[in-house]
Nanobody
Framework: QVQLVESGGGLVQAGGSLRLSCAAS????????MGWFRQAPGKEREFVAA????????SYADSVKGRFIISRDNAKNAVYLQMNSLKPEDTAVYHC??????????????WGQGTQVTVSS
């Protein structure tokens, strides 16, 4: 059973940067495709980015393309989300997810509890 724990969230001004980390334990995630999703108050959980098990394939939501970078380090059993040029509309709880692919959160079988990102204007 894989457990995912996110960290790195916080309060940042618009235009700033944050780096989120997702640490996995229980078993290796080296064979898992991994993703990041976010959920703002009163809104549905939405896809942010995904990375293939090898790290060679990535996918991004249009709203973050060019600003966010997803990466992974299988030796450290971790996935990362570098967020640059942050906007107030990026404010949400960010969740790490594993075992799926694509934009549908229902396709992912493992989830972390999330980390809050707040971007002030």
């Amino acid at each position: 059973q894989v457990q995912l724990v996110e960290s790195g969230g916080g309060l940042v001004q618009a235009g700033g940067s944050l780096r989120l980390s997702c640490a996995a334990s229980g078993r290796t995630i080296s064979s898992y495709n991994m993703g990041w999703f976010r959920q703002a108050p009163g809104k549905e959980r939405e896809f942010v980015a995904a990375i293939s098990w090898s790290g060679e394939g990535t996918s991004y939501a249009d709203s973050v393309k060019g600003r966010f970078i997803i990466s992974r380090d299988n030796a450290k059993n971790a996935v990362y989300l570098q967020m640059n040029s942050l906007k107030p509309e990026d404010t949400a709880v960010y969740h790490c997810a594993g075992g799926g692919w694509g934009t549908d959160p229902g396709k992912y079988g493992v989830w972390g509890q999330g980390t809050q990102v707040t971007v002030s204007s």
